[in-house]
């Protein structure tokens, strides 16, 4: 059973808009979410992460949303810059667990200039 | 300062051969934990090392095994590979159990 998802797998948006990722999971015992971003032929990227205790957080163009009850993060990034045309992967950590991270399938972002 | 490093970048083997890929976490990290990332696919935690420990593993056979050494590389080892092994191999290195740092990966295919 797929415990995060990300169901939009493209997004396309204009250079300076805003870019909105969204990730879904299933196990309320998540106690940490991450983003991150993968270039092809690289390993993914840490982005930005954020504790089940918190709703929000900011890291320069980037934050990420949690709503715990709908069981639901999203990435924003603002303003949207080509550079950041990649696959965004959200990954969630187990409270519990010592580091195994359960990752989504990708959403691959397109920025266009 | 260096980051996850990871050898080699490409390999190529045969069905029933074994493999041993490895990993160089960064500079500070005692945590290694190993991906597995088929095409299309989010990475899939095979198992993680701490002080030269398997402290966790994932749902992957037997064949699937690892070692850290002192200095906190660590090696992954694949024996009697399947076509179904072909994949990005990605070792992730932490200090925050949960704030991990990727390598670029190495491409397993087995033909």
Same mark, same amino acid.
């Given at each position: 059973?797929?415990?995060?998802?990300?169901?939009?797998?493209?997004?396309?948006?204009?250079?300076?808009?805003?870019?909105?990722?969204?990730?879904?999971?299933?196990?309320?015992?998540?106690?940490?979410?991450?983003?991150?971003?993968?270039?092809?032929?690289?390993?993914?990227?840490?982005?930005?992460?954020? +504790?089940?205790?918190?709703? %929000?957080?900011?890291? *320069?163009?980037? &934050?990420?949303?949690?709503? !715990?009850?709908?069981?639901?993060?999203?990435?924003?990034?603002?303003?949207?810059?080509?550079?950041?045309?990649?696959?965004?992967?959200?990954?969630?950590?187990? +409270?519990?667990?010592?580091? %195994?991270?359960?990752? *989504?399938?990708? &959403?691959?972002?397109?920025? !266009?200039? | 300062?260096?980051?996850?490093?990871?050898?080699?970048?490409?390999?190529?083997?045969?069905?029933?051969?074994?493999?041993?890929?490895?990993?160089?976490?960064?500079?500070?990290?005692?945590?290694?934990?190993?991906?597995?990332?088929?095409?299309?696919?989010?990475?899939?935690?095979?198992?993680?090392?701490?002080?030269?420990?398997?402290?966790?593993?994932?749902?992957?056979?037997?064949?699937?095994?690892?070692?850290?050494?002192?200095?906190?590389?660590?090696?992954?080892?694949?024996?009697?590979?399947?076509?179904?092994?072909?994949?990005?191999?990605?070792?992730?290195?932490?200090?925050?159990?949960?704030?991990?740092?990727?390598?670029?990966?190495?491409?397993?295919?087995?033909?």
């Amino acid at each position: 059973d797929q415990q995060v998802k990300q169901n939009s797998p493209s997004l396309s948006v204009q250079e300076g808009r805003i870019s909105i990722l969204n990730c879904d999971y299933t196990n309320s015992m998540f106690d940490y979410f991450l983003w991150y971003k993968k270039y092809p032929a690289e390993g993914p990227t840490f982005l930005i992460s954020i +504790s089940s205790i918190k709703d %929000k957080n900011e890291d *320069g163009r980037f &934050t990420v949303f949690l709503n !715990k009850s709908a069981k639901h993060l999203s990435l924003h990034i603002v303003p949207s810059q080509p550079g950041d045309s990649a696959v965004y992967f959200c990954a969630a950590h187990g +409270s519990g667990n010592t580091g %195994k991270l359960i990752f *989504g399938q990708g &959403t691959t972002l397109q920025v !266009k200039p | 300062d260096a980051g996850v490093t990871q050898s080699p970048t490409h390999l190529i083997k045969t069905r029933g051969q074994q493999v041993t890929l490895r990993c160089s976490p960064k500079s500070g990290h005692d945590t290694v934990s190993w991906y597995q990332q088929a095409l299309g696919q989010g990475p899939q935690f095979i198992f993680q090392y701490y002080e030269e420990e398997e402290r966790q593993r994932g749902n992957f056979p037997d064949r699937f095994s690892g070692h850290q050494f002192p200095n906190y590389s660590s090696e992954l080892n694949v024996n009697a590979l399947l076509l179904g092994d072909s994949a990005l191999y990605l070792c992730a290195s932490s200090l925050v159990f949960y704030e991990q740092y990727f390598g670029p990966g190495t491409r397993l295919t087995v033909t």
